[in-house]
């Protein structure tokens, strides 16, 4: 069974402190997404890799990072948190290849408060 | 409780009753659009896809319509349930691996 686990369903930080978020698949799948969902706001890529040490910016990249060290793990990154950060976060795997469908997977999410 | 959205569009559905979701997209050229299912307090769930050279596809109780004249989307939902209370978005594939996800449709199911 496809399985996305994000490490923490609820994290609480201070204004100004290094967050990471960490997210794990197990389905060998080769594309890995990190969105952020606010209300009226739909979800919005923050920054997608499509293969390891590979990243590209999403739609929202701004105070964000990322790190893929092994195919399996995708990391974010909140240098110095802001409350405008506050959200939910959302991670994502999906398999590449021409024949292969686009279907995202999804973690269970993150919900970050800023404080 | 959790909201992943306070300002969704909401479809409000008699139990047993048929439910339509619909969706318009933006860009002529996707080829592949996804419907997901997100319950409060989980993350987006697979619910059925459809490729740009089809027009329907059926699952278990659930249907896509896909009208490209249009541009238009629509899933449908027999005899709902109320385990079918959930937000639905749909997404389109634009580029690449990337999916473009719309605003979602809150379904409430009334006993």
């Known amino acids: 069974d496809v399985k996305v686990t994000q490490s923490s369903r609820y994290l609480v930080k201070r204004t100004g402190e290094k967050v990471f978020l960490e997210c794990v698949q197990d389905m060998d799948h080769e594309n890995m997404f990190w969105y952020r969902q606010d209300p009226g706001l739909g979800l919005r890529l923050i920054y997608f890799s499509y293969d390891v040490k590979m990243k590209e910016k999403g739609d929202i990249p701004e105070g964000y990072s990322v790190s893929r060290e092994k195919k399996e793990r995708f990391s974010l990154i909140l240098e110095s948190a802001s409350t405008n950060q506050t959200s939910m976060y959302l991670c994502?795997?999906?398999?590449?290849?021409?024949?292969?469908?686009?279907?995202?997977?999804f973690g269970a999410g993150t919900r970050l408060s800023v404080l | 409780g959790e909201s992943v959205g306070l300002h969704l569009p909401t479809l409000s559905v008699q139990e047993g009753d048929n439910s339509i979701i619909n969706c318009a997209y933006s860009n002529s050229a996707s080829d592949y659009f996804i419907w997901y299912k997100q319950e409060s307090g989980k993350g987006p769930q697979f619910i059925i896809d459809?490729?740009?050279?089809?027009d329907k596809r059926q699952g278990q109780r659930v249907t896509v319509l896909l009208n490209k004249t249009v541009k238009h989307l629509s899933l449908q939902i027999a005899a709902t349930q109320p385990g079918d209370s959930a937000v639905y978005f749909c997404?389109?594939?634009?580029?690449?691996?990337?999916?473009?996800f719309g605003g979602g449709t809150r379904v409430l199911v009334k006993p």
């Open positions: 997404a389109e594939n634009t580029a690449g691996n990337k999916l473009t």
């Open positions: 994502a795997s999906s398999l590449s290849g021409i024949l292969a469908k686009n279907i995202q997977y």
């Open positions: 459809i490729r740009s050279n089809m």
